[in-house]
């Protein structure tokens, strides 16, 4: 039985846990210019209170986890982690979301760890670009990430892609080529506000326009859509990959939202543009149980907001760049 419904009787079955707030690369729609100052490590929640929160969440109903961050491969023993949560009974899925600098050489241990799906962010194909998006160097090792976690069997591999118009829109065929032999799902990710990350509609390449170019191309056939899904899922024809559209601007899915988040420092987010947060890092320290903890949590979910508010009060309200939330 679910027990984390809002007052809206969504149900919530899938968690995002960031597990540092840290990261190796310098997205200019990610972090802002002049960079974060990073928490302490007693700030952070250790791997044993992380498992313990997450116990107590899917005693509550979540079936599904995705370790993110800050990247995530850059917090040591991480597959160590993985393990243990893949170990809780009622666990589903284990999912992660990584910048793919790393993977190359910890596909293997995190797939043997119980890691069963993976996103890569990548924004561009050309490298001259992936410099000027991410301030790094790194482009290479991205793709030999993909590469790597194709051959140890994570398909369909799913690669994340934010769009911002007048800056990468114009490789969105080039991703749609790149997984013509690929069993890769290629995510165009609108672009959405946070603090300081220069946020602009005009920026925005919304799902009708980007689905619509690739329509001058390829035959589009919608495929079914998973409970809570936040992307629209399309088969090309005659290609091995396939095409989402996350549609988080032009095409709310609030009323289908079945996620929650956990931050790197311990707080919990209802919903990822909302400031609102409650902090389970000082709760848990001060010693409360688990049926408290538990308490606390379904209050927190109840009181998660219908739906995010318009992109101008997004950006006017003083949420946490998207380093520090954990996407």
């Not at 974060?36 to 992380?50: N, R």
Request: glycine share 6%; with cysteine.
């Amino acid at each position: 039985m679910n027990k984390l419904v809002d007052s809206f009787g969504r149900k919530h079955t899938y968690l995002r846990i960031s597990v540092t707030d840290r990261c190796n690369l310098r997205c200019q729609y990610c972090m802002p210019p002049e960079g974060l100052d990073w928490k302490k490590k007693s700030e952070i929640l250790t791997y044993e209170e992380m498992l313990r929160i997450a116990r107590v969440f899917v005693d509550l109903g979540i079936k599904k986890i995705r370790i993110t961050g800050g990247e995530p491969l850059v917090r040591k023993d991480l597959d160590l982690f993985i393990k243990q949560i893949s170990e809780l009974p009622g666990i589903q899925t284990i999912a992660m979301t990584t910048n793919g600098v790393l993977l190359a050489d910890k596909a293997q241990a995190l797939k043997d760890a119980g890691l069963q799906a993976l996103n890569i962010s990548l924004d561009t194909l050309k490298e001259d670009r992936f410099k000027e998006i991410t301030k790094r160097d790194d482009f290479q090792n991205v793709i030999n990430g993909i590469n790597a976690a194709l051959d140890h069997g994570f398909s369909p591999l799913k690669v994340n892609v934010v769009l911002i118009k007048g800056f990468n829109d114009d490789e969105i065929l080039d991703f749609i080529d790149y997984v013509k032999e690929r069993p890769i799902n290629i995510r165009f990710i609108e672009y959405m506000p946070f603090k300081d990350n220069h946020w602009s509609a005009d920026g925005v390449c919304t799902y009708a326009d980007t689905k619509a170019l690739i329509e001058t191309k390829h035959k589009l056939t919608a495929l079914s859509l998973e409970e809570g899904a936040v992307a629209k899922d399309f088969a090309i024809a005659d290609y091995a990959g396939t095409v989402s559209f996350v549609t988080s601007m032009t095409e709310s899915f609030c009323a289908s939202c079945n996620r929650l988040r956990l931050t790197a420092d311990g707080s919990m987010k209802s919903c990822l543009f909302y400031p609102a947060e409650l902090n389970l890092r000082d709760t848990l320290r001060a010693g409360i149980s688990d049926e408290g903890l538990a308490k606390i949590i379904q209050d927190a979910v109840w009181q998660k907001p219908e739906a995010h508010p318009p992109a101008e009060e997004i950006l006017a309200d003083q949420n946490r760049a998207m380093i520090s939330i954990g996407g």
